[in-house]
């Protein structure tokens, strides 16, 4: 798969993409990042991307040619069309399924704004979706670019080993993931559950299943409520719910010793 980004910070997207998995899926030519830099599609002696917002107010927008130029660089040397995307606070919520689907195509364009934004009418033509990676807001869209780069790239055929396998993360069933725990089995802030030592890899696939169910339904209702659950799901939810409300009642009863440093 091949991105392309429009920023006018290209050093931060490469080197945010040069890291890691998603750099190894570089070296290994699963993924291709390129940059381009609306400056370099100027011509005016102060290679300017931006001017004053009609209507006034403060902050400034970028401009419709440079990127125009840019764009038409960055088509015109690709063989196929290209899905051009812009990263902002207005655009839909980035999800991991919205991830999945961008990761199967062969190419995508991210096209990063700076200041208040790009002009309307530059996104009306040559923009295909707008995404947002949270409700907050950024100082440019590079960061949303690099956040786009590491989902999607990571999902590339052969970018994780069997170790990192993408059908354990979270969200690829609709739940939060599971508590995980390693060496030592006894430390001072506790010891691992008995069950996960245990070597039964059924009573173990449950036992996730179960910590995923609980977290989501305490942490994420919202996710819950648009994941269809089957019986074992249920049963291993209300097992949770019944100890979640058993340790509250505990919990309540006799508060837990308050250690200080002074003891
Ligand atoms: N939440 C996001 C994306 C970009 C950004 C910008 C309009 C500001 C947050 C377009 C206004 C781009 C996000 C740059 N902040 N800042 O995905």
């Known amino acids: 798969m091949r991105i392309d980004v429009v920023t006018l910070f290209p050093d ?30 100027t ?24 990127l125009r130029r840019t764009l038409a660089a960055m088509r015109e040397a690709a063989a196929e069309p290209v899905h051009v995307i812009y990263l902002s606070p207005q655009g839909a919520r980035l999800t991991q399924g919205r991830v999945e689907a961008l990761a199967k195509l062969p190419r995508i364009a991210l096209l990063c704004g700076r200041y208040e934004g790009v002009d309307e009418r530059l996104l009306a033509h040559e923009v295909d979706e707008e995404l947002s990676i949270g409700d907050y807001v950024l100082s440019g869209g590079e960061l949303g670019a690099a956040v786009v780069i590491d989902a999607v790239g990571r999902l590339q055929d052969g970018a994780l080993n069997d170790a990192q396998s ?30 996960l030592l245990s070597g039964d890899h059924a009573a173990i696939a449950r036992w996730r299943l179960k910590q995923s169910l609980g977290r989501t339904w305490s942490r994420r209702p919202d996710l819950l409520s648009q994941c269809a659950l089957d019986m074992t799901s249920r049963a291993l939810l209300d097992e949770f719910r019944r100890e979640h409300a058993s340790q509250e009642q505990a919990r309540k009863e006799l508060p837990r010793s308050n250690k200080t440093v002074d003891d």
């Open 43 to 66: 011509f005016d002696r102060h290679r300017t991307v931006d001017a004053t917002s009609y209507g006034g107010g403060p902050g400034m927008v970028m401009m419709i040619e440079p």
């Open 166 to 195: 993408a059908e354990q993360d979270s969200f690829s069933n609709g739940l939060l993931d599971c508590p995980h725990y390693t060496k030592p089995v006894h430390d001072a802030l506790g010891s691992v559950p008995e069950v």
């Open 12 to 41: 931060v997207v490469r080197q945010c993409a040069a890291v890691g998995v998603v750099g190894r899926a570089q070296q290994r030519e699963l993924l291709q990042v390129e940059t381009w830099n609306p400056r370099d599609f």
